[in-house]
């Protein structure tokens, strides 16, 4: 069975896009190191908005053809984020008045990306300065990553609602606004198209357009308040590309936030577990598609649930996160060296112009050379081991990196008490997979297994059959770190023991539901 | 405990080894204590099932060891009344489910021998009535237990049914026999019963006739009582005060029975090891019959240097020689200190008992009078009182030599050597500190649970039903309220109940919702009651006059107490803080439910035409959290 890789996009052609298509035919265009879990689903939901406006949420009329106009809001952002005003008027000014007049003075001098700025409209809004400069406070304060050090017009409000959410860009000194895909850099996009082509399409829209768009929080209307009307960006963003109609790891993923989404919390508390849930499938859909190619046995991720000693698995989940590190750079050089066994390219080598017609196969399949490129090799393989050369130069420097990245910030990895990063994880992380994964309740037997078939994940003595029969651990090692989890679970709420031989993993929000 | 309304159940004791007994020991004072170091945490501990049992108080002329055991006598008349109901027996390995089976079986009328030939599934039939007795389910093949169970979900399913059944399994192997018969509808049905009353104690099938009694939620504490005193006071003993190793005052098993015996139910070390079991409990970590037999034989018998950590009387003169008698401490043995470290870190009993930190945790004042106590005028009655009256493990001479090194300035190696000390030291004075000195030397800071005086006290008022002291509600309400804030608010006369604005996981929380009234004010009052499910007591958070809301409850556990304690005190343990912090923010989340739910009863919901109103908290210059109204118009 070849991997499924559909044919990159030609309507869009954009000049500053990848120099050759390896990472992206592989991946998708694109998943980005820089966007954290928290930032690929903001921008999820400004495509969301977007189509939704457009009356097609999740809905892809042809594969690959997404175009959306997001919201720019930059008035709301300039008075959130880029408005450093507010404390040293409240010191100067000796009335409300003043205050409103000078910083109505300030802030039009300072206010990035907009025409004759002007926020005046702000004063009837607000009974006194003092109220205004508490909503921008809170507004601060519950901010995404608000305490970042990243440039004003990458920083987020709380996705309270439809007025919250906007997309991410660059605002020149000049005042000139445009989208460099710094911190949003379609990651998101490809989020969208995941879950548009998983089996669970309509059921997810229902839920997220009903709980996150058409009922927004009270506090959104702060945000409508602060902004005035939406403000939309100039153009569409088109572009985005996902490379397969379908994979079981879409499906599973739109699973997962079904689940939570389904769970009787406010819509609000469902947000860090859908980010850490989908931080989890896209490390895993990296992984999925690099071994596909490499045509390896399934992934699996041994974790270490932390003791206060080192121990077997320690080591182990070590070396399982070093080999897991390394598949997607090994997909890639394999990618790339498999075009030289097709029929093809041997029927280009026995040709009268090896050189021309070798280069032409890589020219279809890669993009590459793009012609202007005048340090021509002679020889066809010299071409290959080129192009290798710099497709892995290109992959370190950010998709290789996300294995790395992605899997501290959802809490997968850490480096606790060890030199090496391991897979560990956290309580925040062990609670999510809980209520994405256990309906009401679940033996803790079962939820091992469920955790290893969905995640790959190793933790007890059944899933670690393969370590233990090839000598590498002793049972005890794995079954010591599935008791450490059961003491975790239990000592988070999330495990009701019976006795030393029965426990049950419970969801703390099906089990209050019933109570 | 009133001895004479509970029936009893038989502990009979093993007779693995005899003989070898020293000269001057009593022989059949001998005898027994190698029986009782048989219940130890040994490695050959086979003596726990009541099947064994049985067969040792045949083969030998033992008086049984008798412990309370109320189920028998509800379950012996509830299967000869019209009411009549199958009943499974669950607990862990120890709590003595075999036992009932074999009493409800003979109590109505069944033969002994026919019992002792050991089949597994025992019918008797009575009255108009057939029983259905499986000691041990998981005994059965499953094309036994397949069948059986298949009559079973049948019969509880009928109301006209006249067979009724007694089954016993611990809760993995009932689950697990449940699991592998066939998947009918009937099966699957009575199996979620069975779920559900393992798991919540209540089932919502009223159609399946059921009952179920976990016998791992017996209060241990009480029953650890009742072992120790039938443990110590066994005629076993008799004749031990007249041997010849502890005629001059140093047998180490002689003096740990004495000290356990104590004198009288208030000696402190009955009350302090009860009240760590109780605290235990509490936090949801039972102590079966067979683990507690265990630490009452360790607590006795345990010394490093025994073989597997345990003595037997033979090994009390090498021990008196070689001057380690000290190391017997019944103070140390309690938390397995007898044993190597990995050993007792395995031993679930220790583990639990461990968690407490006793020995590690101190306080200025309690090391102060350990190692400058000698000298200083200040501590000298104390001193006397604590540490000189005790020549057996208090001032010992290795005590006193550590102490005199470390304070003449040690090399290193004896410094860690006086800190074991220091240990052994803390550990007695838990458990020896007379009541009126506890406040004084702040007993519980000798533990990780530094309110657990102050819960116990709660507990132990909320059981008489008297009114509950004001201080642990004030604590408990300047907890929550910095919790259900993020700020270091003082107020404890009213409940700040705030919210993020975003998602409840937020570590602050600027916008109030409401301040509800500590003391009864309008239907408002926030009170510690005791919890109508079990024994415990939890925090109450009352709404309305009416019972349209029905009050928000927390139950608190010793360790959500301790978190509560702490943050009121502005001291955070960041070991505590996942345990609990989610914990309390699910119970602000309910809170805030249900005052929305109040509003829209009141019909105060917020008419949002055009205008959001916003109270944020400020905090004034003593730290009262203060609404502050914010009015934004979109």
């Not at chain 1, 080192?310 to 989940?317: I, M, N, T, Y």
């Not at chain 2, 862990?92 to 079986?105: L, M, S």
Request: proline share 5%; net charge negative.
């Amino acid at each position: 069975m070849t991997m499924e890789i559909l044919a990159r996009p030609t309507e869009f052609e954009d000049r500053a896009g990848p120099a050759f298509w390896i990472d992206e035919a592989i991946w998708g265009h694109r998943l980005h190191d820089e966007q954290a879990p928290w930032l690929i689903f903001l921008e999820f939901m400004t495509v969301l908005l977007a189509e939704h406006h457009e009356g097609r949420a999740l809905q892809e009329t042809r594969l690959n053809s997404l175009s959306y106009r997001p919201q720019l809001q930059l008035h709301l952002r300039n008075l959130v984020f880029n408005n450093p005003h507010v404390m040293t008027v409240k010191a100067e000014a000796r009335s409300d008045e003043a205050a409103w007049t000078m910083w109505l003075e300030r802030m039009a001098e300072s206010a990035g990306g907009i025409d004759r700025p002007d926020f005046s409209y702000l004063r009837e809004r607000f009974e006194s300065f003092d109220d205004f400069a508490a909503v921008l406070s809170f507004l601060q304060g519950s901010a995404i990553e608000g305490t970042s050090n990243k440039r004003w017009s990458s920083k987020f409000v709380f996705p309270f609602g439809p007025h919250a959410l906007y997309e991410d860009v660059n605002v020149k000194p000049n005042g000139s606004v445009s989208n460099d895909r710094r911190f949003f850099a379609r990651t998101g996009e490809l989020l969208y198209l995941m879950l548009a082509r998983s089996q669970h399409a309509d059921a997810l829209r229902g839920a997220l357009v009903s709980k996150f768009l058409e009922s927004p929080a009270p506090y959104d209307s702060m945000a409508h308040a602060l902004q005035g009307d939406p403000q939309l960006a100039r153009q569409e963003r088109a572009g985005a590309y996902l490379p397969c109609s379908s994979h079981p790891i879409f499906d599973r993923l739109a699973s997962d936030w079904l689940a939570i989404l389904n769970l009787p919390i406010p819509a609000h508390d469902a947000i860090p577990h859908l980010v850490a849930m989908t931080g989890l499938n896209l490390i895993l859909y990296q992984l999925d598609r690099a071994r596909e190619l490499l045509d390896r046995p399934p992934i699996s991720l041994i974790c270490e649930i932390v003791s206060p000693r080192k121990s077997v698995v320690r080591d182990l989940s070590a070396d399982s996160y070093q080999h897991n590190n390394m598949l997607p750079q090994q997909a890639i050089e394999r990618f790339v060296r498999r075009v030289t066994e097709t029929d093809a390219w041997g029927d280009a080598l026995a040709s009268d112009d090896p050189t021309m017609n070798a280069t032409d196969i890589l020219k279809r399949e890669f993009g590459w050379p793009d012609g202007d490129d005048d340090e021509l090799v002679a020889e066809p393989q010299d071409f290959v081991d080129e192009l290798v050369e710099r497709a892995t130069v290109r992959h370190k420097q950010h998709v290789g990196k996300i294995h790395m990245t992605w899997a501290r910030a959802i809490g997968l990895s850490s480096r606790r008490s060890s030199r090496r990063v391991r897979y560990a994880p956290t309580d925040r992380l062990l609670k999510t997979l809980v209520i994405a994964c256990v309906g009401e309740r679940l033996e803790f037997k079962d939820f091992l297994v469920r955790i290893h078939e969905r995640y790959g994940f190793v933790i007890g003595d059944a899933q670690a059959r393969p370590f233990i029969d090839a000598g590498t651990a002793d049972q005890e090692d794995f079954s010591d770190n599935a008791h450490r989890l059961e003491e975790r679970l239990a000592s988070l709420g999330l495990l009701k023991r019976l006795s030393d031989s029965c426990a049950y993993v419970e969801n703390p929000f099906q089990r209050a539901q019933a109570a | 405990m009133c001895r004479s309304s509970l029936t009893n159940w038989t502990v009979g004791w093993n007779m693995l080894e005899t003989g070898g007994q020293g000269l001057s020991a009593n022989p059949t004072v001998t005898a027994w204590v190698r029986f009782l170091r048989n219940y130890g945490p040994i490695p050959t501990n086979d003596n726990m099932y009541d099947e064994s049992i049985q067969r040792a108080l045949r083969r030998h002329k033992i008086r049984p060891i008798t412990l309370p055991a109320p189920l028998r006598d509800q379950l012996v008349p509830m299967f000869k009344s019209d009411a009549a109901v199958s009943h499974i027996i669950t607990g862990t390995a120890g709590d003595g489910k075999t036992y009932h089976c074999r009493e409800v079986w003979t109590a109505l009328g069944g033969d002994v021998t026919a019992w002792n030939l050991g089949d597994k599934i025992q019918r008797l039939a009575f009255d108009d009535r057939t029983l259905v007795i499986v000691k041990d389910l998981s005994e059965l093949r499953d094309d036994e237990s397949n069948e059986l169970i298949a009559e079973f979900a049948r019969d509880v399913a009928d109301p006209a049914t006249r067979t009724f059944y007694l089954f016993a399994a611990n809760h993995g192997q009932l689950l697990e026999k449940l699991k592998s018969a066939p998947d009918t509808a009937e099966i699957v049905r009575v199996s979620k019963v069975v779920e559900d009353l393992l798991v919540t104690g209540i089932t919502s099938d009223p159609g399946i006739a059921l009952e179920l009694t976990d016998l791992s939620r017996s209060p241990a504490a009480k029953v650890a009582m009742a072992i120790i005193d039938e443990v110590t006071r066994h005629e076993g003993w008799n004749g031990c005060e007249n041997c010849g190793a502890s005629t001059d005052g140093r047998c180490p098993i002689f003096e740990n029975r004495r000290r356990l015996i104590g004198e009288g139910p208030d000696d402190p070390i009955r009350q302090r090891l009860t009240a760590l079991i109780e605290l235990s409990e509490r936090n949801g970590s039972h102590f079966p019959v067979r683990q507690l037999l265990a630490l009452v034989a360790n607590a006795i018998l345990g010394h490093p240097d025994a073989r597997d950590g345990l003595m037997t009387c033979n090994d009390v003169a090498a021990i008196q020689a070689s001057g380690k008698v000290d190391l017997a401490s019944i103070y140390r043995n309690i938390f397995g200190e007898n044993l190597k470290p990995s050993k007792a870190e395995k031993t679930e009993l220790f583990r639990k008992l461990n968690a407490f930190g006793i020995g590690a945790e101190t306080s200025n004042r309690v090391d102060n009078l350990l190692v400058y106590g000698a000298d200083d005028p200040a501590y000298a009655a104390d001193y006397q009182a604590l540490i000189l009256s005790d020549p057996v493990y208090g001032a010992t001479p290795a005590y006193a030599t550590a102490q005199r090194t470390y304070l003449e300035g040690a090399e290193d190696g004896d410094r860690a050597g006086f800190l074991n000390v220091l240990r052994a030291q803390r550990q007695r004075l838990f458990f020896t500190m007379p009541e009126d000195k506890a406040e004084d030397y702040a007993l519980w800071d000798l533990t990780v649970f530094r309110y657990a005086g102050l819960y116990l006290d709660v507990a132990d008022k909320i059981a008489a039903k008297q009114s509950v002291p004001r201080a642990a509600l004030n604590l408990v309400v300047r907890g929550l309220n910095r919790i259900f804030t993020g700020m270091l608010v003082q107020n404890q006369d009213e409940l700040v109940l705030a919210t993020s604005g975003s998602y409840s996981q937020s570590k602050r929380s600027p916008l109030l919702d409401e301040l509800i009234s500590v003391p009864r004010s309008g239907g408002e009052e926030v009170a510690i009651v005791a919890d109508p499910g079990d024994g415990s007591f939890g925090v109450s958070v009352k709404l309305v006059r009416g019972k349209e809301i029905p009050p928000v409850f927390l139950s608190l556990s010793p360790t959500r107490f301790e978190f509560l304690g702490r943050v009121a005190e502005g001291a955070l343990p960041s070991s505590f803080s996942l345990e609990c912090h989610e914990d309390l923010l699910a119970f602000k989340a309910r809170l805030l439910r249900q005052t929305e739910n109040r509003r829209r009863l009141d019909g105060e919901e917020e008419a949002s035409d055009g205008e959001l109103v916003l109270r944020f908290i400020d905090l004034n210059a003593n730290g009262r959290a203060q609404p502050r109204r914010v009015i934004v118009r979109v």
